[in-house]
């Protein structure tokens, strides 16, 4: 698992991989389809691209907790983008075939996983801490206290 700081543009549509016509009875991408520029991912890849994450505030940090199970902690990446996104991704390599293998079900997904989130302003990129235990990737990110604006009394004169 490695946690790098990048200075890339931050694109708000990216923030999931997602596709709108993904349920509809007609296709996308293919030339029979009503809608035949759509580009489409391939349906191992958009399994697993939806990674669960839950994003929780405490008084004192966000916590994000992602759903990878069967990952390691090197398949995994955590990283700051453009100084307050942070980006969760990862892969999942399909099981090697062997030829005399006979496969009956394949339900598991594989392949790539990103998401991204914004993060508040008053969060220390810079202590950013994560860890891996039973496939729950833990990413916390302390938080800077908010300091009250100093109020000073003005003496009256009259």
Not at 7 to 27: E, K, T
Not at 67 to 90: A, M, R, Y
């Amino acid at each position: 698992m490695s946690l790098i700081r990048r200075s890339n543009v931050f694109d708000p549509f990216s923030l999931d991989l997602w596709d709108p016509f993904q349920d509809f009875p007609f296709g996308t991408g293919s030339n029979n389809s009503l809608f035949p520029s759509f580009a489409r991912t391939n349906s191992e890849t958009a399994a697993f691209a939806g990674a669960r994450i839950d994003w929780k505030e405490t008084p004192e940090a966000h916590v994000f907790k992602a759903d990878v199970p069967g990952l390691k902690e090197e398949e995994v990446k955590v990283e700051v983008e453009d100084g307050n996104v942070l980006q969760i991704s990862g892969e999942r390599n399909k099981e090697q075939e062997e030829k005399n293998d006979k496969w009956h079900r394949v339900e598991r997904s594989s392949g790539k996983f990103l998401r991204r989130f914004r993060l508040p302003e008053n969060a220390k990129t810079e202590q950013i801490k994560a860890s891996m235990e039973n496939g729950v990737l833990t990413v916390t990110v302390p938080k800077e206290e908010v300091k009250k604006p100093e109020v000073k009394p003005v003496q009256i004169t009259g």
